[in-house]
């Protein structure tokens, strides 16, 4: 019952403790995937503001110069060589602008790609060497020549790039007139990109990606996901259909966080969507991107739930032991009791002069057993002295069956004596009544000498009747003074 007892305070303090423990965690790793996609929309937008501010910057000088031409090549590579983020920087003008060049004219400087973002000695690329069709039908071009507007390009394809995913802001270019004569592209590569959004770690085992608007995967740290599909067909083939819940709702641009649980692993799932910040004449578009944090639950609990499962242990260990400790001691407390239940059921038995072992404990228990002892002693000398009483009380009693035969014999000799006597006395006193009778009714007719015979009749019968009882009082005396010798 102990052990019962601390087993259930100590579950329900340890349920509390861990219960508020877990909450803490939880929100200790809400608050960190918040701090991290805020930071990392951050870091994606500095670079696309920075991007832009490039353009913005070069995008002056380059009207003035619009009409030379060999000027292009060198607005594109400072581009390239002044933003570290910049991987390549293309001038395509509109065909047929330069009427002495050829009709398709793009000036276009591309960084070779390294581990380092140390700038490599550039090379010119023309037109019709990047990609595999004009850059007039390109939509890096094709849109901002359509909308007039400045606008940030979803990742191109491969096929339609180098070899190298990027993402390109696409500026139009406006001659004098407010006739657009082509478009400046800025490309970012995405492994660039990628080394800064798969930094932003809130735990070991986490990652960060970029979602585009139409569910694929911009930025992933499995390259084999980045563009193939959109991300919810591709979800439901690759993960579980919770993962996918979580992405509509990322392309849905809402925030928050899910839970998700996948064959692999299990954890949450934090987004947000990325909200370009205000600046100056910065264009107002909704690139339709999203930041998620994958957040394995094994970071998130891992250490609590290796603690957890250490203090059960711990717990069921130490309920062991005092288990056995309680068991020990109340075997060793209670062995008196055991001696005394034996001593006891001795004594129920009839063996009244049973000895009860002396006790050395001085607790309750101590005191119980010599209680018991004096109990015992005090009942054997009870039943002694009763033994002794019985057996007096026996002798007594043969004695007194002995007298009362004998009182019984005497009533019954008394009685037969007294039946005898009283039957010889019937006779004379008949006589007597008789002629006391006849004298009494007959007096004065009756002759003297008749008369004189029934007065000696009477006389003699009366004397005989007196000896009659001259010998009952005499019988008597005798069978009382028998009586008193018996007593």
């Not at 570290?84 to 395509?92: C, K, Q, R, S, V």
């Not at 581990?115 to 004009?134: C, H, K, M, W, Y």
């Not at 478009?183 to 990628?194: A, R, T």
């Not at 578009?285 to 994958?294: A, F, H, R, T, Y």
């Amino acid at each position: 019952m102990i052990v019962l007892a601390f087993g259930i305070l100590l579950t329900a303090a340890l349920f509390i403790m861990f219960r508020y423990s877990r909450k803490a965690l939880k929100e200790e790793a809400v608050l960190k995937a918040e701090t991290t996609l805020e930071a990392t929309l951050q870091q994606i937008d500095n670079i696309l503001l920075s991007v832009e501010q490039s353009a913005g910057n070069i995008y002056w000088d380059l009207s003035t110069h619009l009409y030379q031409p060999e000027r292009m090549f060198v607005y594109s590579r400072e581009l390239v060589e002044g933003n570290p983020y910049i991987t390549g920087a293309a001038i395509a003008m509109e065909p047929g602008f330069y009427q002495d060049h050829d009709p398709y004219f793009m000036a276009y400087v591309h960084r070779i790609h390294s581990d380092s973002l140390v700038t490599d000695r550039s090379t010119i690329i023309q037109a019709e060497t990047f990609g595999n069709i004009p850059y007039n039908q390109q939509i890096w071009y094709t849109i901002p020549m359509k909308s007039g507007m400045p606008c940030w390009i979803n990742p191109l394809k491969e096929h339609e790039t180098e070899g190298e995913a990027i993402i390109t802001f696409s500026l139009p270019i406006y001659a004098k007139g407010g006739r657009k004569a082509g478009v400046l592209g800025i490309d970012i590569s995405l492994k660039d990109l990628s080394d800064v959004v798969l930094a932003a770690k809130p735990s070991p085992n986490s990652y960060a990606t970029l979602l585009g608007s139409d569910g694929s995967y911009i930025i992933h740290p499995d390259t084999t996901k980045l563009m193939h599909k959109p991300g919810c067909r591709h979800l439901k083939e690759y993960v579980s259909p919770s993962m996918a819940e979580a992405v509509k709702a990322m392309m849905a641009g809402e925030t928050g966080y899910r839970y998700f649980s996948g064959k692999d692993n299990e954890g949450y799932v934090f987004y947000k969507p990325f909200v370009r910040s205000e600046a100056p004449n910065r264009a107002h578009q909704d690139l339709g991107w999203s930041v998620g944090i994958v957040y394995p639950e094994e970071d998130i609990f891992g250490d609590y739930n290796q603690l957890q499962n250490t203090v059960f242990i711990i717990a069921i260990v130490g309920l062991l032991l005092l288990f056995i400790l309680c068991q020990t001691i109340t075997h060793r407390q209670l062995q008196p009791l055991r001696i005394l239940t034996k001593s006891a059921q001795r004594i129920a038995d009839g063996h009244y002069d049973e000895t009860v072992p002396d006790g050395h404990q001085q607790d309750e228990v101590g005191r119980l057993q010599y209680h018991f002892q004096q109990m015992q002693q005090s009942l054997a000398n009870k039943v002694s002295e009763l033994k002794q009483l019985t057996a007096s009380l026996k002798d007594r009693s043969e004695e007194l069956t002995q007298a009362y035969e004998q009182a019984k014999e005497a009533d019954r000799v008394k009685t037969l004596f007294l039946h005898s006597m009283t039957d010889q006395m019937i006779e004379p006193s008949t006589i007597i009544i008789t002629d006391a009778t006849r004298l009494h009714e007959e007096g004065k007719e009756l002759e003297q000498e008749e008369a004189n015979q029934l007065v000696d009749e009477i006389l003699k019968q009366g004397k005989k009747t007196t000896e009659l009882l001259n010998d009952l009082l005499d019988a008597s005396q005798k069978l009382d003074s028998s009586k008193e010798g018996n007593s």
